[in-house]
C-alpha cells in the first residue's frame, strides 16, 4: 500500500473502471454505428483515466480531455500521461478549459461519466452543454453519457465497499425534493487508519432520464438510447448493460444514456 494518501489514486481504484469503459463504449458505437470511433473527447476527464486507456485501443485513437480544473489535470500528466508510449502521448491532447463553451476538434464520441454533468442544476445550462456536445461531435458522433436512481436515492445514504486494504464510502448527504438537489462526499478509510472524510464533494442536481432525454432531444439528438443493467441469478446487477425500452424499479440502479447526432 502508497504511504502517502493519494487522494486520486483512491478515486481510481475505488471508483472508475476506464480499460472496460473505453471497450464497451467503443462497442456501443460500433454496433449503433456499423464503423470505428477514432476521437474520443472525454469531458470532465479529472486525471483523464479514460482517454489514456483510448490511445491504447490502437495507432488511430486520438483522445481529447477535458477538464476545468488545473489540479487532477497536473496529477494526470505527471502520473498516468508518462506511462504510455511517445506515440501514444502524441495522440492524446489535454484541455484545461470549460465543457460548457470549450472548443475542441469533432470527435466521434463524447463521454460525461461518473455523472458529472449533474453539476448543472439549471435546465439551461444542462442544455447548453448538450448543445456544446452536439456542435463538437461529428456527424455519425454518439454522446455516452451515465445516469443513476431508485429509491434509495431520494433520502440521505451511505454505502460502502471494501478494497482490502481500504474502504470506499459513497455518502449522499441530502436530497431536496423541491429542487432535486444533493450533496454528495466520497469518504476514504484505510486499514488501521481514522476515517477520512470529505475527499471528494459533489454539489449536484439529481436529473431523471425523462428530463435528459428531453434535453437531448432539444439539443438536436436524434435518437437516444438507455442501456439498462441486466441481472444475476440472485437479482444483483451483473455489469452487462443493454439497450432497453423499459426498466426496472429497485432501490438504486445506472444506467448509460446513448444519443446518436
Ligand atoms: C466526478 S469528477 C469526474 C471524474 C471522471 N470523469 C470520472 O469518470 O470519474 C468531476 C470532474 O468534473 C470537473 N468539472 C466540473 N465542472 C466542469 C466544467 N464546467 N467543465 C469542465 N470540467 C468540469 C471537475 O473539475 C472534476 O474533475
Redesign the pocket.
Do not use: A, K, M, R
Given at each position: 500500500m502508497k504511504k502517502k494518501f493519494d487522494k486520486y489514486w483512491y478515486y481510481r481504484h475505488s471508483?472508475?473502471s476506464p480499460d472496460l469503459d473505453v471497450r464497451f463504449i467503443r462497442n456501443c458505437y460500433r454496433s449503433l454505428k456499423k464503423k470505428e470511433a477514432c476521437i474520443f473527447r472525454e469531458?470532465?476527464?479529472?486525471t483523464f483515466a479514460l482517454s489514456c486507456e483510448w490511445v491504447k485501443l490502437g495507432r488511430l485513437c486520438r483522445s481529447i480531455a477535458?477538464?476545468?480544473?488545473d489540479r487532477?489535470l497536473k496529477y494526470g500528466k505527471e502520473h498516468s500521461l508518462r506511462q504510455l508510449s511517445f506515440d501514444q502521448q502524441e495522440r492524446l491532447s489535454v484541455i484545461h478549459g470549460?465543457?460548457?463553451s470549450c472548443r475542441t476538434t469533432k470527435a466521434d464520441i463524447i463521454s460525461a461519466?461518473?455523472f458529472?454533468y449533474f453539476?448543472f442544476k439549471k435546465r439551461d445550462d444542462l442544455k447548453k452543454y448538450f448543445l456544446n456536445c452536439y456542435k463538437s461531435l461529428n456527424k455519425n458522433g454518439l454522446l455516452v453519457l451515465d445516469c443513476f436512481g431508485g429509491s434509495q436515492c431520494f433520502e440521505a445514504n451511505e454505502e460502502q465497499v471494501d478494497h482490502g486494504t481500504f474502504t470506499y464510502y459513497w455518502d449522499q448527504k441530502s436530497f431536496d425534493p423541491i429542487s432535486h438537489h444533493a450533496v454528495f462526499h466520497i469518504h476514504y478509510k484505510r486499514r488501521g487508519e481514522k476515517k477520512r472524510k470529505k475527499v471528494f464533494t459533489?454539489d449536484w442536481r439529481f436529473w431523471v432520464i425523462p428530463e435528459i432525454k428531453d434535453l437531448l432531444k432539444e439539443a438536436g439528438f436524434r435518437k437516444i438510447h438507455v442501456y439498462w443493467e441486466g441481472t444475476d441469478k440472485n437479482g444483483e446487477g451483473n455489469g452487462c448493460f443493454k439497450r432497453r425500452e423499459k426498466g426496472e424499479d429497485c432501490e438504486s440502479w445506472v444506467a448509460y444514456i446513448m444519443s446518436e447526432k
Open positions: 471508483v472508475q469531458d470532465f476527464c479529472s477535458v477538464d476545468i480544473d487532477p470549460d465543457v460548457l461519466l461518473n458529472s453539476v459533489y
